[in-house]
């Protein structure tokens, strides 16, 4: 994925220099580029800009990802019940 970025981005950042670059959906998933937090709903727009993941990156890209946003109930399946410790314990 890291590579990807660099192919798709070589052009812009060599004509404009390294520019902030902000990301969000799959890429902060458990399954993404690195697991970035979850906010729980309702939440103030204004709060994701103060939750953003830094992703570093070897040649210094800013990058940043958005908080997914998540409801927390008991009939609510999301990522946080289904994640599981080494030894398969839901957590």
Same mark, same amino acid.
């Given at each position: 994925m890291k590579a990807l970025l660099i192919r798709l981005t070589a052009e812009w950042f060599q004509k404009y220099g390294p520019m902030p670059t902000i $990301?969000?959906? $799959? =890429?902060? %998933? !458990? @399954?993404?580029w690195t697991d970035a937090a979850y906010l729980d709903c309702p939440v103030d727009l204004g709060e994701l800009s103060s939750q953003l993941?830094? =992703? &570093? &990156? %070897? *040649?210094? +890209? *800013? !990058?940043? !990802? =958005?908080?997914? !946003?998540? =409801?927390? #109930? *008991? #009939?609510n399946w @999301?990522? +946080? %019940?289904?994640?599981r410790d080494s030894a398969g314990r839901s957590f």
């Open positions: $990301m969000a959906g $799959m =890429v902060g %998933s !458990i @399954n993404g993941t830094e =992703v &570093h &990156h %070897s *040649k210094g +890209y *800013k !990058i940043r !990802i =958005v908080p997914g !946003i998540c =409801v927390r #109930d *008991k #009939d @999301n990522r +946080y %019940s289904r994640r």
